[in-house]
């Protein structure tokens, strides 16, 4: 099993953005937890962080039918980003959405999310470990 791990806007700063409320953890470091708990469940993982929505489309399309699912955190894209939730759309694949923080108890302009609609599931709040739970139902996914 492949799976695609796509980073939006601002998450290559997760360490040193407002750590009160994205946590300590950098990029790296959530990759790497990603990766050694996907290795010993048989599963690869491409991770692409981007700040730019082009980017993360591009790479949607480059990966389209070698995948079987999608890890994603669109970042500020998730309130706006039509052309990455289009991209989603077309691949066909589970897609499960991680934030950081609890969205739905922030500002009401996070409230709101264009891919929710498209995505199995959301997790959000959980901290860095959302990716890990996200994971996790993919490697469930796997042994069924």
Avoid: C
Avoid at 14 to 31: F, K
Avoid at 74 to 91: E, K, Q, V
């Amino acid at each position: 099993m492949q799976l695609l791990v796509l980073q939006g806007p601002n998450l290559n700063m997760l360490g040193q953005r407002e750590p009160t409320i994205y946590g300590s953890t950098s990029l790296a470091d959530i990759h790497n937890a990603m990766r050694e708990k996907a290795t010993s469940a048989g599963i690869e993982l491409s991770f692409i962080q981007s700040n730019h929505e082009g980017v993360l489309v591009d790479t949607l399309h480059a990966h389209y039918g070698k995948i079987q699912g999608i890890i994603i955190n669109p970042g500020a894209l998730t309130h706006y980003g039509l052309s990455l939730r289009d991209g989603l759309a077309l691949m066909d694949v589970p897609i499960i959405e991680v934030h950081l923080s609890n969205v739905y108890a922030r500002e009401a302009f996070r409230h709101h999310s264009v891919v929710a609609a498209i995505a199995q599931g959301q997790i959000s709040g959980l901290g860095w470990q959302g990716y890990l739970y996200a994971l996790d139902w993919f490697i469930q996914r796997k042994s069924a």
